[in-house]
């Protein structure tokens, strides 16, 4: 299983960027998917997650600015970020937990990361 992350970059603060990451190979199903994010010398954070039912979460540190969705038909999850500030700004990584075959446990999957930079 892999999945592809897409849409960081450079944004000035106050702006707003989304996220794409779309997971493919050997999927039976997929339960949790998410965003963490990551800075130089920190633990990574969850950012934000979705659940197969619909349930979402998120830290408090991006409630009101953030939103998480997810296209369940083709495994891609969003994160539209809006407001960005300077703090926002780290690696970011997305998750999911895949169920690859019917017969075999679910797994952690993680993209490889996009940076996303909230500097003028």
């Known amino acids: 299983v892999q999945l592809q992350a897409s849409g960081g970059g450079l944004v000035q603060p106050g702006g707003s960027l989304r996220l794409s990451c779309a997971a493919s190979?050997?999927?039976?199903?997929?339960?949790?998917m998410g965003w963490y994010r990551q800075t130089p010398g920190k633990q990574r954070e969850r950012v934000a997650l979705?659940?197969?039912?619909?349930?979402?979460n998120y830290a408090d540190s991006v409630k009101g600015r953030f939103t998480i969705s997810r296209d369940s038909a083709r495994n891609t999850v969003y994160l539209q970020m809006n407001s960005l500030k300077s703090e926002d700004t780290a690696v970011y990584y997305c998750y999911a937990d895949v169920r690859p075959t019917w017969y075999q446990i679910r797994q952690d999957c993680w993209g490889e990361g996009t940076q996303v930079t909230v500097s003028s």
């Open positions: 979705t659940t197969r039912d619909g349930s979402t």
């Open positions: 190979g050997s999927i039976f199903n997929i339960n949790d």
